[in-house]
C-alpha cells in the first residue's frame, strides 16, 4: 500500500496568494483528518470527514480556511488569501473504519508564507 | 487547550540505556495512542492502549497506563540511535467511533540517543 499521500511537500508563496494543499488517503479508510504542526502550538486539529461528510471544522482558523473531500479517495485544504501566520507543516492522515483508533499520516506539506 | 501534556519535553540518553517518557490527560479516554516522528517525516503510529488495560508491550515498548492518575508512560528498552526521534502520545474520547474520532495530541518529547 503506498500510505498516504500529500502533495506538494514543500511550498514557498507570498501573503495574499492562494495555496491548495493535496491528499490522498489510504484506499478503504472512511475516516481523513488535516492537522496543523508549528513549534508553538504543537499539532491541532483543523477538520476531519468521516465518509466524506464534514464532521467537525471547530479547529480550522477563520474563513481563510477551507477543506472539501469530493470523493473517497481525494481532499484538499485551501488557504485564501494566505497570510505569514499560516506557515506550517500540514498533515493529513487517515483512519479505518475496522480500526480501533490508529491513524496513519501523511508526509506533510510544508508551508512557508513570506 | 491539549489533552496530552508529555514529560520531559526533552531527554538526552546514551545507546544501551532506557528511555521512559510520560503523558498525562485531563479528561476520560476510551485509549491512548503513542506516536514517533522522525525529522522531516510524518507521525507514525507505535501502540495504543485501551482504558481498561494497565500494561502492553510490543517489541522494545512497553506502555503503562493508570486511568486513576489519568497518566501513561512509554518505555524504550535498549535504546538504539535509531530511536532518536519525537513522541507524542494522544488520546481519544470515550465515546470513539467514526462519527466522534478526534484524536488530541499532546506537544511531544524530543529523545535523543547518543551512540
Known amino acids: 500500500d503506498a500510505g498516504v499521500i500529500q502533495s506538494p511537500r514543500h511550498e514557498v508563496t507570498e501573503m495574499g496568494q492562494e495555496v491548495t494543499l493535496r491528499c490522498k488517503p489510504i484506499s478503504g479508510h472512511n475516516s481523513l483528518f488535516w492537522y496543523r504542526q508549528t513549534m508553538m502550538r504543537g499539532l491541532e486539529l483543523l477538520i476531519y470527514f468521516n465518509n466524506n461528510v464534514p464532521i467537525d471544522d471547530s479547529g480550522m482558523p477563520e474563513d481563510r480556511f477551507s477543506a472539501k473531500m469530493p470523493n473517497a479517495s481525494f481532499s484538499t485544504l485551501k488557504i485564501q488569501p494566505s497570510e505569514p501566520r499560516d506557515s506550517a507543516v500540514y498533515f493529513c492522515?487517515?483512519?479505518?473504519?475496522?480500526?480501533?483508533?490508529?491513524?496513519?499520516f501523511g508526509e506533510g506539506s510544508r508551508l512557508t508564507v513570506l | 487547550s491539549q489533552q496530552g501534556e508529555e514529560d520531559p519535553q526533552a531527554l538526552s540518553i546514551q545507546e544501551g540505556e532506557n528511555a521512559t517518557m510520560n503523558c498525562s490527560y485531563k479528561?476520560?479516554?476510551?485509549?491512548l495512542q503513542w506516536y514517533r516522528q522522525n525529522s522531516g517525516r510524518g507521525l507514525v503510529h507505535l501502540i495504543l492502549i485501551r482504558s481498561n488495560e494497565r500494561e502492553k508491550h510490543s517489541g522494545r515498548l512497553r506502555v503503562t497506563l493508570d486511568t486513576s492518575k489519568k497518566s501513561s508512560s512509554l518505555l524504550i528498552t535498549a535504546s538504539r540511535a535509531a530511536d532518536t526521534a519525537s513522541y507524542f502520545c494522544?488520546?481519544?474520547?470515550?465515546?470513539?467511533?467514526?462519527?466522534?474520532?478526534?484524536?488530541?495530541f499532546g506537544k511531544g518529547i524530543t529523545l535523543s540517543v547518543r551512540p
Open positions: 492522515a487517515s483512519r479505518d473504519r475496522a480500526n480501533t483508533g490508529e491513524l496513519f
Open positions: 479528561t476520560s479516554i476510551n485509549n
Open positions: 494522544a488520546t481519544a474520547p470515550p465515546f470513539y467511533t467514526g462519527a466522534n474520532s478526534k484524536l488530541t
